[in-house]
């Protein structure tokens, strides 16, 4: 497997990838809003986009669908539930099923509801498991639940099945917000030993070699894996005084969702 992640250099500050079959040439186009960037890179590696998964409906993540169908004759796969919300979509995905490559790649279909309710997440199924996440987990940060999305659902994403993934996954997000979420997680943990190093790296990181974080590492600096922690639970409590000592990790988790809405 081959990705490609593209960044789009927008004021959403969205990434775009392509998921390739080196056997064949064959692609998968994840979220192509940059259709211009994507179809570009695609040829200039001899690709074929065959494909595009949309992760979610909302207008930058589907609105390079239709040029990139138009000059490739991909067709549209998302979450099963969103076809009324993604036109021309062509396949609908639910928990489990499988999405194919070529010959040689094959990425599970998560169902990942908060960010909106009807949100995919695309596990790869390599040695090195990679995770294609859309708006539901960002570097350092959880996607905000603002337009068609609930908190609740999220924390049950991230605690049933994000936080069950192996150290080593990959982590490919929707968007570039690390640089914003480390400072998030600095005021929300001021003692966080990893934090302060990798924003240093990345104020100023090149964002078409972006870093690519692992599991492992989003456990050491992002907030919403560290629910148990001392200092993020007292942290809260100077904010919210009607928190018993030692909250249950949804209502942390609900609490960080909170701040993070208005930080």
């Not at 074929?48 to 979610?56: C, D, F, V, Y």
């Not at 009324?84 to 194919?100: Q, R, S």
């Not at 070529?102 to 390599?126: A, K, Q, Y």
């Not at 972006?210 to 919403?224: G, K, Q, V, Y």
């Amino acid at each position: 497997m081959i990705v490609e992640q593209i960044w789009t250099g927008n004021a959403y500050r969205n990434f775009n990838y392509l998921i390739a079959c080196p056997e064949t040439g064959e692609a998968l186009a994840v979220d192509p809003l940059d259709h211009a960037k994507c179809l570009a890179r695609a040829r200039d590696r001899g690709w074929q986009i065959t494909q595009i998964l949309n992760t979610h409906h909302h207008g930058d993540h589907i609105g390079g669908n239709g040029p990139v169908v138009d000059a490739t004759g991909a067709k549209i796969l998302a979450h099963a539930e969103a076809s009324a919300k993604i036109p021309n979509m062509d396949v609908g995905l639910k928990k489990g099923d499988i999405v194919k490559v070529g010959r040689t790649v094959e990425l599970e279909s998560l169902d990942t509801p908060g960010h909106t309710m009807s949100h995919i997440c695309l596990l790869s199924r390599t040695e090195t498991p990679a995770l294609f996440c859309g708006d539901t987990m960002f570097n350092a940060g959880a996607g905000n639940c603002h337009n068609g999305g609930h908190p609740e659902a999220l924390f049950d994403t991230f605690s049933a099945q994000l936080a069950k993934l192996s150290d080593k996954t990959l982590i490919y997000p929707g968007h570039d917000y690390i640089e914003n979420n480390l400072r998030f997680t600095l005021d929300r943990e001021p003692d966080n030993k990893g934090a302060p190093e990798l924003l240093k790296k990345v104020e100023h990181q090149d964002t078409d070699r972006a870093l690519i974080s692992t599991l492992a590492m989003e456990r050491e600096i992002n907030t919403f894996f560290r629910l148990q922690n001392p200092t993020v639970i007292r942290r809260l409590k100077e904010r919210f005084s009607d928190l018993p000592d030692k909250p249950d990790p949804k209502t942390v988790f609900l609490k960080l969702r909170q701040l993070r809405n208005d930080w």
